[in-house]
């Protein structure tokens, strides 16, 4: 009998490698803390979708230690923090999430989790997961966001939010400009 008072884990599928190496992220995109020690830390992936060509590229991808992703979170304004709580308890189908714990970290971002639309016809979508070690596991199952929810989420936080998002996102990354068309960055950390 399956033991059901553990999470299920999976090995990190290829999906969500870090791009610049390959293979796993090892360490921390803001402490750079190594990230196989045992404790759960957070991949964030955001794919451009050239569908007509069916050629996908990295926009950006990182991973981020729980400290840092809680305290980048925490800096967040509470404005902002409850605009976006509202938003996904109002669109997410908890029902659904629970039935996600039992599903392959693939089958669990192939749609968007607020919208169901496929990441195939998706021309942005980015994709979460809560790692420990090189090991997702189910307790967080890993989700997809599709570029359209983003665009409504977007709008929805305070200026000092979105400048605070673009901080940290122009410190870490330099994406080729010709990803970042057309409105720039879609980056929320949720
Ligand atoms: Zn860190």
Do not use: W
Request: charged share 25%.
């Amino acid at each position: 009998m399956k033991d059901e008072t553990l999470p299920e884990t999976h090995p990190i599928p290829k999906e969500f490698y870090s791009f610049e190496t390959g293979t796993h992220f090892t360490k921390c995109l803001e402490c750079k803390c190594d990230l196989m020690n045992g404790k759960p830390y957070l991949i964030e992936k955001a794919f451009k979708n050239h569908i007509e060509y069916q050629v996908k590229d990295t926009v950006f991808d990182y991973a981020l230690c729980m400290n840092c992703a809680e305290r980048l979170k925490s800096e967040m304004s509470k404005k902002s923090m409850e605009t976006l709580m509202k938003f996904f308890s109002e669109r997410i189908d908890f029902g659904e999430q629970i039935s996600r714990m039992h599903l392959s970290p693939l089958s669990n971002i192939q749609s968007c989790m607020i919208t169901g639309k496929n990441a195939e016809d998706c021309h942005e979508y980015q994709i979460y997961a809560y790692c420990v070690n090189d090991t997702i596991s189910n307790d967080m199952p890993p989700y997809m966001v599709s570029g359209e929810v983003m665009e409504e989420i977007l709008p929805l936080l305070s200026k000092q939010t979105k400048d605070d998002l673009n901080g940290f996102f122009n410190k870490h990354f330099a994406p080729d400009p010709s990803l970042m068309e057309p409105i720039g960055p879609k980056f929320v950390l949720i």
